[in-house]
């Protein structure tokens, strides 16, 4: 007889006592015992017989699948990648919405850039142009008090604003010592600065 | 230290300031300042397409017109010449038929001179006023994209040494890509040589106003300097990386004055006391105006305004007369508020005028409103143009050139404006020039 027929003859077994006379598994054990002394199949079977048991249970459980997923992490621009300058419209449009939180119209952002074109200096043009929108009750931002309470918050704040990134130590450190330091340095000022920044004329 | 040594060292650091050379943006120490035999120059693009016949050839409907033999000046502020007397359709009124009354007591040809047979480089319009601002003959100088070579304007602020609000381009819209030619595409130029410009028809109409004429006043030293200071540290940060945004190069001053008048323009504008020409109904005496009022505000070396209203000629020839009639009111009504209105200016400025290019000899079949035709831009005629300049150093009451003996090119006016300014041996030196290129000067 070979390993697997005797396996599957002591998994008949085990399989008919289990379900059939649970309780003939101590009469089984004695006759086990009984036979031990005579010859070392009963132990051969009972060997078996686990093993048996064991694979018949482990056949029975669900395979899991195998699920991958990625964390939510939040993605910044870095300078070195804005390479493309802003046309006058895009500009506009975008100063518009980081400014007021709102959109401009196409019309609005059409007159606007034929505006700007008819302006040689367009540092200057855009330096006017921002000039007029502060000059709106309805530009979002801070308050010089909410600045100070919490600086590096409002620099990320502003950084990820107007830069879509996040700024860097030395930036970071520079612009906190700055507004610290000049007491007339007011959010407004500090927006006015980003809006006229060369990085903001780029993305 | 006594009385005498602090005197001697006084004297000898004076003396010594006053001589170190300083090296201009060029590479060049001081500027030309000598040589320049015009404080000032203005500079009147009379473009559009000119025909010869109706303009200097004082021609009215004899030329253009098939069975209208009514010749005639309409153009009596610039040349000498009696008026039409028959068929009169270019002034005001209903059919304009009273013409507008002449501003200059002495026209700019008795004044100055003439160059009645000048060359074009080109037939088109953008071309054409990229050879009168670069003085260059390129071929492949596109529309929709800025001068291929450096103009006249980067040559007097790189080797003249002239600030930014010493050169001025005041454009007569937006069309037409005329806002482009205030610098050139050139590496060794560009934006950082520019003129200041200003659409006034745009700059100052009310939708601008909307947008740019309420602006919020900073104080200098408290506000604006900070605010600047922290634009130059993320200006660095950004050049870091390689990217770098240059400017026309307004110094703060200067950009101070320049929104002052902007302020003052909207406020004139709205009461309506803008220097304009006395008959102001078309875009180019609005630009001559508001170019009246550049020169009264800052005083500039050098502003070149452009004209182009005559370009209606492709589909109407009686628009096409109007406009060239107010071209001259508006010319006239220049020089004269120079010479009157502005004191640092008169009498030591010139005026040069020349038009782009010419138009056909043959109309094409497009009739006006009294079945006049009208004539597009193509043919060898349109090659035929025309100079005029007056100024302290100009001969007066001279005639140069004729029919058959065509004398000058339109790429001249730019070396003449670098002659009278100190920079031409630079412009030539540089090699842009059109072949055959000189100075209007240099032809007398």
């Not at chain 2, 359709?89 to 209903?94: D, E, K, W």
């Not at chain 2, 408290?222 to 050049?239: I, T």
């Not at chain 2, 404006?417 to 290129?437: E, M, P, Q, R, Y």
Request: contains cysteine.
């Amino acid at each position: 007889m070979n390993t697997q027929d005797s396996m599957n003859k002591e998994k008949k077994f085990v399989s008919q006592l289990l379900t059939d006379k649970p309780s003939a598994l101590q009469q089984s054990a004695s006759v086990c015992r009984e036979k031990e002394i005579s010859s070392p199949l009963p132990e051969l079977l009972g060997f078996a017989a686990l093993a048996a048991a064991t694979v018949s249970l482990a056949s029975c459980k669900k395979d899991q699948e195998a699920l991958f997923e990625v964390n939510n992490v939040m993605l910044y621009d870095n300078s070195a990648d804005k390479s493309k300058l802003k046309s006058n419209e895009q500009y506009v449009s975008i100063l518009y919405t980081n400014l007021f939180q709102t959109a401009l119209s196409n019309n609005t952002v059409f007159e606007l850039g034929k505006t700007l074109l008819s302006l040689g200096d367009q540092e200057l043009a855009r330096e006017v142009l921002i000039s007029n929108f502060f000059n709106d009750a309805g530009v979002q931002m801070p308050t010089a008090d909410e600045m100070n309470a919490d600086i590096d918050a409002f620099i990320v704040e502003t950084y990820k604003r107007f830069f879509v990134r996040l700024p860097s130590e030395a930036e970071k450190t520079w612009v906190k010592n700055f507004i610290e330091r000049n007491a007339y340095m007011t959010p407004e000022l500090v927006y006015f600065s980003f809006a006229m920044s060369n990085e903001y004329m780029y993305y | 230290m006594k009385r005498r040594d602090f005197i001697k060292k006084a004297a000898l650091t004076t003396v010594g300031t006053i001589g170190i050379p300083y090296i201009l943006p060029g590479g060049r120490l001081f500027a030309q300042t000598g040589s320049s035999s015009g404080q000032h120059v203005v500079l009147v693009m009379f473009a559009g397409g000119v025909r010869h016949q109706e303009s200097i050839g004082m021609r009215y409907l004899d030329d253009a017109q098939v069975g209208e033999p009514y010749p005639g000046n309409i153009m009596y502020n610039l040349l000498n010449g009696t008026a039409p007397t028959q068929k009169i359709v270019y002034g005001t009124g209903q059919g304009g038929i009273s013409p507008i009354p002449q501003i200059l007591g002495q026209t700019l040809q008795q004044q100055g001179t003439i160059f009645s047979e000048v060359k074009a480089h080109y037939a088109g319009h953008y071309a054409g006023l990229n050879s009168i601002l670069q003085g260059s003959s390129i071929n492949g100088q596109g529309l929709r994209s800025r001068p291929v070579n450096p103009t006249i304007f980067e040559y007097l602020r790189r080797y003249g040494g002239y600030k930014a609000t010493d050169v001025w381009f005041v454009g007569n819209g937006i069309d037409g890509s005329v806002p482009l030619l205030n610098y050139s595409n050139h590496p060794d130029y560009g934006i950082q040589y520019g003129a200041n410009f200003f659409a006034p028809i745009v700059t100052f109409n009310q939708i601008s106003q909307n947008y740019l004429g309420n602006g919020k006043v900073y104080h200098p030293e408290n506000e604006l300097a900070p605010m600047y200071k922290m634009k130059v540290f993320l200006d660095n940060n950004f050049s870091q990386n390689g990217a770098t945004l240059h400017a026309l190069g307004n110094t703060e001053e200067e950009k101070q004055s320049i929104k002052m008048f902007m302020g003052q323009m909207y406020e004139k504008t709205n009461m309506g006391t803008v220097a304009l020409p006395p008959l102001a109904d078309n875009g180019d005496s609005y630009a001559v105006g508001y170019a009246c009022e550049v020169l009264k505000w800052f005083k500039p070396k050098f502003l070149t305004v452009n004209l182009s209203d005559v370009d209606q000629c492709h589909s109407n020839f009686t628009g096409y007369l109007s406009s060239l009639h107010r071209a001259d009111h508006s010319v006239g009504h220049l020089w004269n508020y120079i010479q009157t209105q502005v004191p640092e200016m008169a009498g030591n400025t010139t005026i040069i005028a020349i038009p782009e290019c010419g138009r056909n000899d043959e109309a094409n079949a497009i009739l006006d409103q009294n079945n006049w035709l009208s004539y597009d831009h193509s043919d060898a005629n349109s090659m035929r143009i025309w100079s005029i300049m007056a100024g302290p150093t100009v001969p007066s009451n001279l005639v140069i050139g004729s029919e058959n003996n065509p004398i000058g090119r339109v790429s001249d006016a730019m070396l003449t404006v670098a002659d009278l300014l100190g920079v031409k041996s630079n412009v030539i030196s540089a090699g842009f020039l059109a072949h055959d290129t000189q100075s209007f000067f240099d032809l007398l």
